[in-house]
């Protein structure tokens, strides 16, 4: 998962594994999918993790 922190776009590297993303304050899912690149100029700033079964947990930072 890269950049972090992160501002506009974000690469998560799971081979086409699924990945959830969620708030980690609020705990609610973001977005959930299987590509590569994700766009998040419309994303609020905060702490974001990334959920890949099987994988660790990874955490980033959206900055404005």
Same mark, same amino acid.
């Given at each position: 998962?890269?950049?972090?922190?992160?501002?506009?776009? +974000?690469?998560?590297?799971?081979?086409?594994?699924?990945?959830?993303?969620?708030?980690?304050?609020?705990?609610?899912?973001? +977005?959930?999918?299987?590509?590569?690149?994700?766009? +998040?100029?419309?994303?609020?700033?905060? =702490?974001?993790?990334?959920? =890949?079964?099987?994988?660790?947990?990874?955490?980033?930072?959206?900055?404005?």
């Amino acid at each position: 998962v890269f950049p972090n922190p992160a501002s506009d776009h +974000l690469v998560v590297d799971a081979a086409g594994e699924p990945w959830e993303i969620f708030h980690v304050a609020s705990g609610q899912t973001q +977005l959930t999918g299987t590509h590569r690149h994700i766009d +998040l100029s419309n994303w609020s700033a905060g =702490v974001y993790a990334v959920r =890949v079964p099987g994988h660790p947990l990874h955490r980033f930072v959206i900055v404005r």
